[in-house]
């Protein structure tokens, strides 16, 4: 089981693959180095973007439709949103915030309504595919009195408007002065309700987010050698996604820094004997992918292998127990009854597994619905998920196999399969 520096190239997993993204690029002796002494980028490789099939506008519109029967539902009267995955989901448009109002009215009947800055008008015409009540706002005036004035332009004087859970305070806080008269409340059981089931649109793009990730994986794994850091590795994986066609990252940490889940800043460079935990993806269409791979540069030890094995036996608990109608809370249960089985925890503590053993992923790579002890939530087709006990030995290393899954109609499936063993990263 193990893997030997000199031998990296030759044993990893996708070593062909990763020949035709780095040319003849076959480790330390052919690297080059630029000015500043960092690894060189890959040459290009043919792209796999070709696959992507952007969601349909009779989807979005769709979708659309749903709010109105959740918000009818929920008794809502309107929702208000601003830039953010949420609006890019309903509507297609991607909106960079500042402190210039730009919003999005969804009331329960009548047409939709966009405000925006005067000078974005045109910008914003551009990129809205959906209504075409577009009002706009000087920079001496009030954002938040168009927004109230939407509200009453369509009957609602004194209604019930849901505010989505990402709009900031100060929009908030500004509509709310505007229009105390009417009650607000979350957005979420509408938001939520729409998003957090994927459509067979969505679940493509998340697979080819994933399948493309993975590609990238196989392009940097063999490129480790003695003394490299974590930004140059880094470096590594930004030019192997562009040379898929994406923009994505994959980090990595060595040794102790390992043992912190979300790693370390300080400075360390890679050396023989290290774990190294790599954690990256990137996003197609706005849909994401979170995949984690852990290694040993060179030779295991007997104890980095056990965790490692126990590791992998966590992560298909978590998989197993994971169906349509079982509670989010028993997955994690599974995966942690494991690790403590093994002489870990109990619970959060560590030596252990100190976090939740995944989280709902789709347009942001930590959304809806927790894999967590206390969640009864039941799972449904179409939800997704990232499954990543980890297991922390504190100040020495930590293990983290992490896979992307997705609930369907009779049981679950992963959009990546995980590694077969500490010496061969991807299946």
């Known amino acids: 089981m193990s893997l030997p520096r000199r031998n990296f190239l030759r044993l990893s997993a996708g070593a062909v693959a990763s020949a035709s ?5 076959a480790g330390p002796a052919n690297e080059t180095k630029d000015k500043q002494g960092s690894p060189s980028p890959p040459a290009a490789a043919p792209s796999l ?26 008794k809502l009267d309107a929702i208000l949103l601003e830039g953010g995955a949420s609006l890019f989901y309903f509507t297609g448009v991607n909106w960079s915030l500042s402190e210039r109002t730009f919003a999005w009215v969804l009331p329960a009947k009548g047409e939709m309504a966009w405000v925006t800055p005067k000078f974005e008008e ?27 004035g939407i509200f009453k332009d369509h009957g609602i004087r004194a209604g019930t408007i849901g505010i989505e859970e990402r709009l900031r305070f100060f929009i908030f806080n500004g509509v709310r002065q505007e229009g105390s008269a009417h009650r607000y409340v979350s957005a979420d059981p509408v938001t939520i309700g729409c998003r957090v089931i994927k459509s067979p649109a969505e679940l493509a793009l998340m697979q080819l987010a994933n399948d493309i990730t993975i590609e990238a994986y196989r392009a940097v794994l063999p490129q480790f050698k003695e003394g490299m850091t974590k930004a140059q590795f880094g470096e590594l994986a930004a030019a192997a996604f562009r040379a898929l066609g994406v923009t994505g990252n994959i980090g990595a940490n060595f040794g102790e820094a390992t043992s912190l ?14 774990v190294i935990l790599m954690d990256g993806g990137c996003a197609i269409d706005g849909y ?11 030779k295991p030890t007997q104890r980095q292998l056990d965790v490692w094995n126990l590791e992998k036996e966590a992560q298909a608990a978590a998989f197993k127990a994971a169906r349509p109608g079982v509670p989010c809370e028993d997955v994690d249960a599974a995966a942690r009854k494991i690790i403590v089985g093994a002489g870990y925890g109990p619970d959060y503590k560590v030596p252990g597994l100190p976090h939740r053993t995944g989280h709902g992923i789709g347009l942001e790579g930590h959304e809806w619905i927790n894999l967590v002890r206390g969640n009864k939530t039941p799972m449904s087709p179409g939800m997704c998920f990232t499954n990543e006990p980890m297991i922390v030995i504190p100040g020495e290393f930590g293990v983290r196999i992490e896979d992307d ?3 369907t109609e009779d049981g679950v499936k992963f959009f990546s399969q995980p590694s077969p063993a500490i010496d061969r990263p991807l299946a």
């Open 261 to 274: 889940p979300h790693g370390s800043v300080k400075p360390r460079q890679l050396r023989e004997g290290d």
């Open 21 to 25: 993204l780095f040319g003849s690029c």
């Open 49 to 74: 973007t070709g696959r992507i099939v952007p969601i349909a506008d009779a989807e979005r519109m769709a979708r659309i439709e749903k709010a109105r029967t959740l918000m009818a539902e929920n």
């Open 405 to 407: 899954m997705h609930i």
């Open 288 to 298: 994401r992918s979170d995949i984690s791979r852990t290694i040993v540069f060179g």
């Open 122 to 148: 045109d910008r914003a015409r551009e990129l809205i595919r959906f209504g075409t009540d577009v009002r706009t706002w000087e920079e001496d005036e009030s954002p938040y009195r168009l927004i109230g």
